[in-house]
């Protein structure tokens, strides 16, 4: 926070008399005051969605799947044996 505070003292014995439009622009320089800059608002998150497991009932693996898995793995590595011995020439 800036606070800004002016005095103003008379002279004794003035020298010289200012004009009152230099007045005027010296007291509005003076009364300048910065005002506080707003604090920063956090944007609202919303909460995390959270979905309930069953309790009551395990999770179970897929036999099915994990079976189809394993035989499309042999039937391609079979395939690539295949393909790497099909160049192979056999002389005799």
């Known amino acids: 926070m800036i606070i800004v505070a002016t005095i103003k003292m008379e002279p004794a014995a003035p020298e010289h008399v ?26 609202a998150k919303p909460p995390p969605v959270v979905v309930p497991a069953p309790a009551d009932i395990p999770p179970r693996a897929d036999a099915e799947f994990w079976r189809d898995m ?21 002389l005799k």
């Open 18 to 43: 200012e004009e009152p439009e230099e007045q005027e622009l010296v007291e509005q320089e003076e009364v300048k005051v910065k005002k506080p800059r707003a604090k920063r608002v956090p944007k």
């Open 70 to 90: 394993l035989i499309t793995k042999r039937e391609m590595e079979k395939a690539e044996t295949r393909a790497r011995y099909s160049n192979l020439v056999i």
